[in-house]
């Protein structure tokens, strides 16, 4: 019997075992093909500023660009989104294990005052959806000096 202690209770059998640990082994998942999983997880998004304009990148894979929308909302936010489709389920097919997800996504973000929302642009490739929002060119404030007299 072994005195090292697993994670969650009980005890491992052997310390050297090539066994990978399962966290959730015993834990019961709704079957991702039910049409109630429409839990696709939110896509991520690296968003970066340059001195030109700031730019967005979602990591979308397996979505085409028909499958995604980029809209510019009251002017100020971008909105992404889309819907990954559940695959069609064979009823001479044995399912493994179902790790993809499908379902539903958006996110949204507000941008700055100095984005120019009329010349957005949005590009998709290899699965990241790249969006460009060039920036206006911030104005410096007239300086007038003024003479000290005196």
Do not use: C, Y
């Amino acid at each position: 019997m072994s005195l090292i202690p697993s994670f969650f209770g009980g005890r491992r059998s052997d310390p050297f075992s090539l066994e990978v640990w399962d966290p959730f082994r015993d834990f019961q998942f709704p079957s991702a093909l039910s049409s109630e999983n429409s839990a696709f997880v939110n896509a991520r998004v690296d968003w970066r500023e340059t001195p030109e304009a700031h730019v967005l990148k979602a990591d979308l894979p397996g979505l085409k660009k028909e499958e995604v929308k980029v809209e510019i909302e009251d002017n100020s936010v971008l909105q992404i989104s889309g819907e990954r489709n559940v695959e069609k389920e064979d009823k001479n097919d044995t399912w493994h294990r179902v790790e993809r997800s499908s379902g539903k996504f958006m996110r949204r973000f507000r941008l700055p005052e100095n984005a120019k929302m009329d010349e957005v642009k949005a590009s998709m490739e290899n699965g990241v959806l790249t969006v460009t929002v060039p920036k206006a060119e911030v104005k410096k404030p007239d300086v007038k000096p003024i003479q000290i007299t005196g």
